[in-house]
């Protein structure tokens, strides 16, 4: 199993720029398909992007394409978001989560190991 534990969020201007960074223990990081969702106030958690074992493949939400990156290195056992000229709507809780399949990978119920959350908010 792994346990994700996310990083790097704050508070940013509209325009700029974060990387969020998601550290999971456990030896077999390799072996689990990564995602990132978000989740604002009063709203349900969110698919943004996840990425395969190997980092071979990616998937994003419509929302993000072209502006945020995802990527992993499985030797630090750690996968991470690049987020681009960011938006007030970006303003959420950014969470990690990690699942052994890539079907469904867009849905958070499928996902079996979460990390706690790093806040993201930007401001206009």
């Known amino acids: 199993q792994v346990q994700p534990v996310e990083s790097g969020g704050g508070l940013v201007q509209a325009g700029g720029s974060l990387r969020l960074s998601c550290a999971a223990s456990g030896r077999t990081f390799s072996s689990y398909v990564m995602g990132w969702f978000r989740q604002a106030p009063g709203k349900e958690r969110e698919f943004v992007a996840a990425?395969?074992?190997?980092?071979?493949?990616?998937y994003y939400a419509d929302s993000v394409k072209g502006r945020f990156t995802i990527s992993r290195d499985n030797a630090k056992n750690t996968v991470y978001l690049q987020m681009n000229t960011l938006k007030p709507e970006d303003t959420a809780v950014y969470y990690c989560?990690?699942?052994?399949?890539?079907?469904?990978?867009?849905?958070?119920?499928?996902?079996?190991?979460w990390g706690q959350g790093t806040q993201v908010t930007v401001s206009s």
């Open positions: 990425i395969s074992w190997s980092g071979g493949n990616a």
């Open positions: 989560g990690a699942k052994r399949y890539y079907s469904e990978y867009a849905e958070p119920l499928k996902y079996e190991y």
